[in-house]
């Protein structure tokens, strides 16, 4: 599946709640160790909310930061990529459009975990494209750390929270910023890999404590994560015509440092071709691209005309990729 979109990329914003749990502090309650964190996943420390500190909260504050960097104070519709929701019903995307100042926007969820922002990104360029929408603002959010087993020494290392968001415009094919084409896929069969069991509606109750919190297979994700992410953005450089040697960045859901290498060296691409910020925010799933996207333009790795390609995969099993010629946007530092 593939679209051509003239979705333009005007606007984009980061915000990571300000509690910093390092490797440190995770020793001393957990049977791991910082050496074992650092080369295993690229992780020294993730972002974790307080009590009372929600998805919403933090989509608030990013999706502000991405209508300023926009210049935009309205827009057409919010969506919101998350698998943290603050409530099971109704979508959080609403209160996130109220709280910005966007009442009678259109807003709703698009849960494809950390595929969430190509997904919604994908969603919002679809809107453009049927002429919906001018002006959409794309939030990726989550507060992954709410789903974990806090003895669970597997994933608590792994996770963080955070919230990331862009602004996608109308505009013309080819010019900087025009977004697309998308490649999304997904396999359910493999749902049972990365799973929170409880809580929906086929075991509303846990049947035992555990199913409350996230489950993962960490080898059988990792192989899945590779290959798949590798694949979708060998289909997204043929949709845009590019050859491998002509990316000049790479910006790939940041789950694990190894995943990222991985993937760069199935692709032919140069490590130093990565942008990385896991070091410091750990997974935090749908926030992560634009999370990343907002730290590689503070830092001068992302230039305005550079050959960007993004690349996500999540749990469901889902997975995307996009690709775009980086445009001239002004970012506010994140922290
Ligand atoms: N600290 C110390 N040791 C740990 C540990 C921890 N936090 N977690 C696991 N170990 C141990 C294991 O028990 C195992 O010990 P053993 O060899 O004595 O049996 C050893 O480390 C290796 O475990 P393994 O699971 O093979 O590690 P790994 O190299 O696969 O790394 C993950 C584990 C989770 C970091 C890795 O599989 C991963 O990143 N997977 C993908 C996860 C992901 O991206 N999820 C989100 C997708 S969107």
Redesign the pocket.
């Known amino acids: 599946m593939a679209t051509r979109s003239t979705a333009v990329l005007a606007g984009l914003g980061g915000w990571l709640p300000p509690r910093v749990v390092d490797n440190a502090e995770l020793t001393a309650r957990?049977?791991?160790?910082d050496e074992?964190?650092r080369t295993?996943?690229g992780i020294r420390e993730r972002r974790v909310v307080d009590a009372g500190m929600s998805t919403v909260d933090m989509s608030v504050e990013a999706g502000g930061r991405a209508l300023r960097s926009a210049g935009l104070e309205r827009v057409d519709a919010v969506v919101l990529a998350t698998a943290t929701p603050d409530q099971p019903c109704p979508a959080s995307a609403p209160q996130v459009a109220s709280r910005l100042g966007q009442r009678d926007a259109a807003a709703f969820d698009v849960n494809a975990?950390?595929s969430g922002f190509v997904y919604a990104l994908a969603t919002a360029a679809g809107l453009i494209a049927a002429g919906v929408a001018r002006d959409v603002l794309v939030v990726g959010a989550d507060a992954f750390t709410t789903l974990l087993d806090p003895g669970d020494?597997?994933t608590v290392?792994?996770f963080g929270d955070g919230a990331g968001a862009a602004v996608l415009r109308e505009g013309r094919d080819g010019e900087a910023g025009a977004i697309g084409p998308f490649d999304l896929h997904s396999d359910g069969e493999h749902a049972e890999l990365?799973v929170v069991p409880a809580g929906g509606s086929r075991q509303k109750e846990p049947e035992q404590p555990s199913d409350r919190y996230l489950r993962?297979e960490?080898?059988a994700?990792?192989r899945h994560?590779t290959t798949r992410m590798a694949e979708s953005s060998r289909a997204v450089l043929d949709g845009l015509g590019w050859t491998v040697g002509e990316v000049d960045r790479f910006v790939g859901?940041q789950?694990?440092i190894?995943?990222l290498n991985t993937v760069a060296k199935q692709l032919g691409l140069p490590a130093d071709s990565l942008v990385v910020n896991i070091e410091r925010t750990g997974?935090t799933?749908a926030a992560s691209i634009p999370l990343a996207l907002v730290d590689g333009v503070r830092d001068g790795s992302l230039r305005p005309g550079d050959r960007v390609l993004l690349a996500a995969?999540?749990?469901g099993f889902t997975w995307g990729a996009t690709g775009l010629r980086w445009p001239d946007v002004p970012v506010e530092a994140v922290r």
């Open positions: 957990l049977d791991t160790s074992w964190i295993r996943t975990v950390c020494r597997g290392p792994i990365l993962m960490g080898q994700v990792f994560a859901h789950a694990n190894r995943i997974n799933s995969f999540g749990a």
